[in-house]
Structures are given as C-alpha cells and as structure tokens.
C-alpha cells in the first residue's frame, strides 16, 4: 500500500506546481537570430520588411511577443560564420 502511495504521490508531482509559475514558464519571449548578408536596416525598413508584415499578420508585435536580433555582415559573406557565432553566444531560441 505504501509503495502504490509513493508512486501517486511521484505522479501527481509535476501537477502540483503552481499556475503562476507554469504561466510565467510559457509567457517567455521567443528570440529569433537573423543573419543578413548586408547592410543595417534603418527601423523604417525594418518595420516595412516582408518579414515584420507577415510576422504583425500572425499576430507577433515585435519587442512584444517576439525579439528579433538581427546581425549584418555588411556585404562580406566571410563574416558570416562569426555573425552566427555571435547569435549562439547571445543564447536566440533559432537562427
């Protein structure tokens, strides 16, 4: 009996824990790494970008519900590697 009781109680666990802390785990914002073989958008462009439109018709508000942190590699593909080496250090959820 007792062990059926430790096995319940092993079960039923993970469901104790309270909502706030289940809500505040999945209210994270995503980050998304973006490497651009070119040069820095100003923020007009950027909110204008094919990119930001079909992300705002999906219902992400960037800075809100979703970062994006973009790198440029200025026109010089061999930068690329270190721009993505840099997105890694900065921990984005996807590249």
């Keep these: 009996m007792m062990d059926r009781r430790r096995f319940l109680a092993a079960l039923a ?3 104790a824990r309270p909502l706030a802390v289940r809500a505040q785990a999945s209210a994270r914002v995503p980050h998304v790494g973006i490497l ?3 040069l820095p958008l100003t923020p007009e462009q ?4 094919p ?6 018709e999906l219902g992400w508000v960037t800075g ?3 970062v994006l942190e973009r790198v440029y ?3 010089r593909p061999e ?3 270190e721009l993505a080496a840099e997105l890694v250090r900065r921990r984005v959820d996807i590249i």
């Design 73 to 75: 590699s200025e026109g």
């Design 64 to 66: 809100e519900t979703i």
């Design 36 to 38: 651009f073989d070119g």
């Design 51 to 56: 990119l930001a439109q079909g992300l705002r």
């Design 46 to 49: 950027q909110a204008r970008s």
């Design 13 to 15: 666990t993970p469901l």
């Design 79 to 81: 930068r690329l590697a």
